[in-house]
């Protein structure tokens, strides 16, 4: 891995994560987005950080990768799961230790934090090579299957 470094991500950041957004959502579940309401999306959750934040990996002044992290409170716990969404990593550098920055990035302020009681994300259930990278940095599959209803 070349000189990458981690960055909470600023609202002039916004354009590149929409495009990274509606590139992996093309790329993962071949899921048209319009990139109108994603960049409003980013843009929001940059301007709220209440809803969450992102995080960028970048060698020197380009972005290579990103995650942005949600918030779910834990009645169970008496804490705060953060979830991990929206994972992108260029394609020429994947493979090549990124996300493991991030995560690792995520799993420091975590433990900063305090009241993280556990880090959490979901992957689209035919995405084998994102479900052994999460495994290999030791995350576990949970008990749990998603539901939605859309509105």
């Known amino acids: 891995m070349t000189d990458i470094r981690i960055d909470n991500a600023q609202l002039d950041d916004a354009e590149a994560i929409a495009r990274f957004n509606v590139a992996m959502a ?3 579940e ?4 319009s990139l109108d309401v994603v960049r409003r999306g980013v843009r929001r959750l940059l301007e709220q950080p209440r809803y969450g934040r992102y995080l960028l990996a970048k060698d020197g002044d380009n972005i290579v990768g990103q995650l ?31 996300y493991r920055a991030l995560y690792r ?6 433990r900063k934090v ?13 995405n084998a090579p994102a479900k052994a990278t999460y495994e290999s940095l030791g995350m576990q599959r949970c008990h749990y299957d998603m539901y939605e ?3």
């Open 105 to 110: 990035r995520v799993q420091d302020e975590a």
């Open 114 to 126: 305090g009241e993280v009681c556990g880090v959490r994300l979901y992957v689209e259930v035919d």
């Open 30 to 33: 071949d899921k048209p987005l």
């Open 149 to 151: 209803a859309a509105l």
């Open 26 to 28: 093309q790329e993962t």
């Open 68 to 98: 942005m992290l949600t918030y779910e409170w834990s009645d169970w716990r008496d804490g705060m799961f953060w979830w991990i969404q929206s994972v992108y990593i260029v394609p020429s550098h994947r493979r090549t230790g990124i």
